[in-house]
T-cell receptor
Framework: SQKIEQNSEALNIQEGKTATLTCNYT??????LQWYRQDPGRGPVFLLL?????KEKRKERLKVTFDTTLKQSLFHITASQPADSATYLC????????????FGGGTRVLVKP | GAVVSQHPSRVICKSGTSVKIECRSL??????MFWYRQFPKQSLMLMAT?????????EQGVEKDKFLINHASLTLSTLTVTSAHPEDSSFYIC????????????FGDGTRLSIL
């Protein structure tokens, strides 16, 4: 069966440290993988998109890697700040028409000052 | 970034009521809109994909007669929860996309539906 797995346990991290989140998938062939941030009671906000032929993508303090052999993406928040506290969702796009996404369960990150 | 407006943000109503939720793409033409449902501490579950001018495509297990979707223009899609019951209480979120792979979806801020 198809699965997208993210750490369900919250990640508590000290301000200034790097937070690393994982997204593992089974029985998918994503052409693209996306990461979103969701705050309580709000809709997700797009952060980064990485293609299957890209190994790494960066945006400011964020970095995403994509390993299609391991079927895994890692999401890094460097120099974390309390404002980074949120739930982070990975989503797979298999490249079919209409860019339908399938979301993982999300990982909650809490950055402590 | 692109803005998607969802309205209302919160609805509380009696069992048996039908509730309409609007999703508007404010600054781009959304060929495709998506409707999701999210239970507490769970991820987004896709309910249906809505393309402008055509019938929505529903995911397995989603009742099309229960959740009516209309996508009459490139900037507006509506979801109507018909004869809502307490088990329909949830957080409903829409998103809009240009309909091309390799593009992110832009989400509304969701509608908290509570059926008494």
């Amino acid at each position: 069966s198809q699965k997208i797995e993210q750490n369900s346990e919250a990640l508590n991290i000290q301000e200034g440290k790097t937070a690393t989140l994982t997204c593992n998938y089974t029985n998918y062939s994503p052409a693209y993988l996306q990461w979103y941030r969701q705050d309580p009671g709000r809709g997700p906000v797009f952060l980064l998109l990485i293609r299957e032929n890209e190994k790494e993508k960066r945006k400011e303090r964020l970095k995403v890697t994509f390993d299609t052999t391991l079927k895994q993406s890692l999401f890094h928040i460097t120099a974390s700040q309390p404002a980074d506290s949120a739930t982070y969702l990975c989503a797979l796009d298999e490249g079919a028409a209409g860019n339908k996404l399938t979301f993982g369960g999300g990982t909650r990150v809490l950055v402590k000052p | 970034g692109a803005v998607v407006s969802q309205h209302p943000s919160r609805v509380i109503c009696k069992s048996g009521t039908s509730v309409k939720i609007e999703c508007r793409s404010l600054d781009f033409q959304a060929t495709t809109m998506f409707w999701y449902r999210q239970f507490p501490k769970q991820s987004l579950m896709l309910m249906a994909t809505s393309n402008e001018g055509s019938k929505a495509t529903y995911e397995q297990g989603v009742e099309k007669d229960k959740f009516l979707i209309n996508h009459a223009s490139l900037t507006l899609s509506t979801l109507t929860v018909t004869s809502a019951h307490p088990e329909d209480s949830s957080f409903y979120i829409c998103s809009a996309a240009p309909g091309v792979s390799n593009q992110p979806q832009h989400f509304g801020d969701g509608t908290r539906l509570s059926i008494l």
